[in-house]
């Protein structure tokens, strides 16, 4: 699952590039229209921007268009890394010995727990109720942090 995610980043990263005036003054002609669009809406050299702007024109594209097509590529990354995700969880599901079994997390043999640490500090703990011993926090989750089970603080 680290690699999947780690493989996501790297793509997210390289599709969200923008054309350097070095790159784009060595071959005008490369680059895809979004990198361009990227470029000149973030230009700050006027003459960049202003070239920029008569490369997007001799292709065809009104610079007033620039943010709804990095928009779109925005957009497309987010769905795209949104699926990456979703198989990424099913995979490791798949691999678990759990299953990755749903319901949220909600475990009614589960509840909070306040009291003090080794340290004298005040921490709060999810036990099972069965057994008294620390549960995961999450089997804890959407219930009141209140100590009624186990008042001794």
């Keep these: 699952m680290k690699r999947i995610v780690s493989l996501l980043m790297v ?8 054309t350097s005036s070095e790159s784009f003054y060595k071959d005008k002609t490369k680059g895809d229209k979004t990198s361009i669009c990227r ?8 003459t960049f921007r202003l070239d920029l702007e008569v490369e997007l024109t001799r292709r065809g594209i009104a610079p007033l268009n620039c943010p709804s097509i990095v928009q779109a590529q925005n957009t497309a990354i987010a769905a795209g890394a949104a699926v990456l995700l979703v198989g990424a969880v099913a995979v490791a599901c798949a691999n678990s010995s759990s299953g990755c079994r749903g319901g949220g997390g909600y475990n009614a043999g ?13 921490v709060w703990a999810c036990r ?5 011993q620390f549960a995961y926090e999450y089997t804890c989750s959407g219930k009141a942090k209140t100590d009624y089970r186990w008042p001794g603080v």
């Design 39 to 46: 470029a000149y809406l973030k230009a700050q050299d006027p």
């Design 128 to 132: 099972d109720i069965t057994t008294g």
């Design 110 to 122: 589960s509840d909070w727990d306040m009291f003090y640490n080794q340290y004298g500090q005040l």
């Design 11 to 18: 793509a997210t990263i390289g599709v969200g590039c923008t």
